[in-house]
């Protein structure tokens, strides 16, 4: 059931290519806790199919242009149809969990349920100094991963 794997994952590395290099968003959060209502906004956005309303409430948190994100809202919704097609309607989403790379990064794992299937969306955190920022936001069906 691998949908693009490969082209998603090379959006991914792309876009975390260049939200590394760019410079620093206007805001940030001052704890996890602020990020994970901000992904979990996004998250129902994403999973009632409003992926640039998702992304537009992430652009200033985010250190990409806001073309960058622009694209990657387009290009979610033309890779859309094809999920929809294989995997059926879209019913819920579902926190999974949390999890930290020293004390510079943090995750949080989402679920989009289907009818026939699950994506999985990531969105990852980074704390240059003492703020934490958007990092990257990936989506896939590679729910073995969850078990790991």
Known sequence: MKISALAIGLL????????QSAPPAA?????????RKLAD?????FKDEKFAEGY????PYWPLP??????????TNTQWPMV??????????????EKRAGASFF?????QKFQRHAVRWIFVFYKPEDRWFINAVSFDDGVNQLFE
């Open 107 to 111: 995750q949080y794992t989402y679920l």
């Open 27 to 35: 805001q940030s959060f001052a704890t996890p806790a602020e990020a």
């Open 84 to 97: 929809r097609q294989r995997f059926g309607t879209s019913l819920a989403s579902e926190f999974i969990r």
């Open 41 to 45: 906004k996004a998250m129902n956005l």
């Open 56 to 59: 537009e409430i992430l652009k």
């Open 12 to 19: 991914a590395v792309s876009l975390q290519a260049v939200a």
């Open 66 to 75: 806001s073309v960058e994100i622009d694209n990657l809202a387009n290009q």
